[in-house]
Structures are given as structure tokens and as C-alpha cells.
């Protein structure tokens, strides 16, 4: 079974620093997508970035990279010039291309920017 | 602007009652979650559906059940609602295909059993 962990509960950063936030992840499958999706106190759940593991590219998108290494499983996020538009709890996700499209979420970092 | 709506923001329920939550998705996507978010135990699969009047238990399905009598609506039902089920619940349906794929969520209800 798949699973993804999340070692960081919580972190903070300053406003306009750069902050990483890891994700382990174990699957025996090789097609598989992973995500970061963040979810701010609006409770809405919101995609911010995603890699595809057949890609050895780091995805990026705008202060959102990830840092995605295969062979040690790890998938983590980096938020560069932190907002306070950032503070958010952020899931690491993982979706096999079984078919179902089922997602398996860690347990979450809860992240604070601080003016 | 694609959509993903849950029937409730909040919800207050009574122990034993039976209890629905609905999700409406407008994407004519297949595939429909249910997921209960925990504090320090993240988003986990209750169920899930792949087409109209199938489901699939995911990993905690104990104590609830689900109906997909149409493509766009998935309901979650607590048969007899207890207290260890208060908690947040979402309902997320993912884009399928290769190069696009991405899950969209509905707002979530704050569901608390007393």
C-alpha cells in the first residue's frame, strides 16, 4: 500500500524568506503523479503544484519548486519570497495511474509567515 | 470554472441520527472521493466511486456508506451517527487523463456530532 508522510507538523518563516517542506512517500508502482496542495483558513482546498514521476524535471510554478527525488522517494516544496497570503496547511499527495485515480494524502504541515 | 459543492458548510447532529452529506460536481468526471480530515491525521478515504452506482470502500469506510444514483452527485451517509465521527469532511473529484490530471474539491462540512 502507498503511503506518504509528512515529518514537519509545523513550521514558520519571515515574510520574503524561503522556506522547504518535506514529503516522503513509499509505492512500488512507477507511473504515479504527486502533489502539493495547500488549504488556507477558507477551508478550500487548492493545487499548487504537481510532477509527474516519469518526468525527471522539477516542476515549477511562479515561487512554488519542487525538489523531487525517485529513488529516495522524497517530493519536497519549496516556497521562495514567502507571503502572508502563504500561511496555509499544506498536504503532499500521491496519485497512482491505476485507473481509480485515488489520492493518498501525509498528514499535513501547518505553515506560518510572519510579518 | 469547473465546480465541486457540498450541501452544508456546518452541520450539528444529534448521536444515533442518520445523516447525509451530499456532493455535487459539474465536470462529468467519473471518479468522486469522500475524505474526513482529522487534525495530525490528514485527509483519509472513506470511499469513493468510479461510475454511477459503483463505490469502493477506501480506507476507514466503518460506519458510513454511500449513493451514486447519478454521475454528478456522490452522498456520504452515517447510518447512525456517533461522536467519534465529528470532523471535517470533503468530497473531491479528480480530472482525469495523463496530462491534466488534478483533483477538485468542494468547500468541506464541518460536521459535529453531540
Known amino acids: 500500500a502507498q503511503t506518504v508522510t509528512q515529518s514537519q507538523p509545523e513550521m514558520s518563516v519571515q515574510e520574503a524568506e524561503t522556506v522547504t517542506l518535506s514529503c516522503t512517500y513509499d509505492?512500488?508502482?512507477?507511473?504515479?503523479?504527486l502533489f502539493w496542495y495547500k488549504q488556507p483558513p477558507s477551508r478550500q482546498m487548492i493545487l499548487v503544484i504537481r510532477?509527474?514521476?516519469?518526468?525527471?524535471q522539477n516542476a515549477t510554478e511562479n515561487r512554488f519548486s519542487v525538489n523531487f527525488q525517485k529513488a529516495a522517494k522524497s517530493f519536497s516544496l519549496k516556497i521562495s519570497d514567502s507571503q502572508l497570503g502563504d500561511t496555509a496547511m499544506y498536504f503532499c499527495?500521491?496519485?497512482?495511474?491505476?485507473?481509480?485515480?485515488?489520492?493518498?494524502f501525509g498528514t499535513g504541515t501547518r505553515l506560518k509567515v510572519l510579518a | 470554472d469547473v465546480k465541486v459543492t457540498q450541501s452544508s458548510r456546518y452541520l450539528v447532529k444529534r448521536t444515533g441520527e442518520k445523516v447525509f452529506l451530499e456532493c455535487v460536481q459539474d465536470?462529468?468526471?467519473?471518479?468522486m472521493f469522500w475524505y474526513r480530515q482529522d487534525p495530525g491525521l490528514g485527509l483519509r478515504l472513506i470511499y469513493f466511486?468510479?461510475?454511477?452506482?459503483?463505490?469502493e470502500k477506501g480506507d476507514i469506510p466503518e460506519g458510513y456508506s454511500v449513493s451514486r444514483e447519478k454521475k454528478e452527485r456522490f452522498s456520504l451517509i452515517l447510518e447512525s451517527a456517533s461522536t467519534n465521527q465529528t470532523s471535517m469532511y470533503l468530497c473531491?473529484?479528480?480530472?482525469?487523463?495523463?496530462?491534466?490530471?488534478?483533483?477538485?474539491f468542494g468547500q468541506g462540512t464541518r460536521l459535529t456530532v453531540v
Open positions: 510532477q509527474e514521476a516519469y518526468k525527471q
Open positions: 466511486s468510479y461510475d454511477v452506482k459503483m463505490k
Open positions: 473531491a473529484s479528480p480530472r482525469p487523463g495523463r496530462e491534466s490530471t488534478e483533483a477538485f
Open positions: 465536470m462529468d468526471h467519473e471518479n
Open positions: 509505492t512500488s508502482e512507477n507511473n504515479y503523479y
Open positions: 499527495a500521491f496519485m497512482d495511474l491505476s485507473g481509480t485515480y485515488k489520492y493518498i
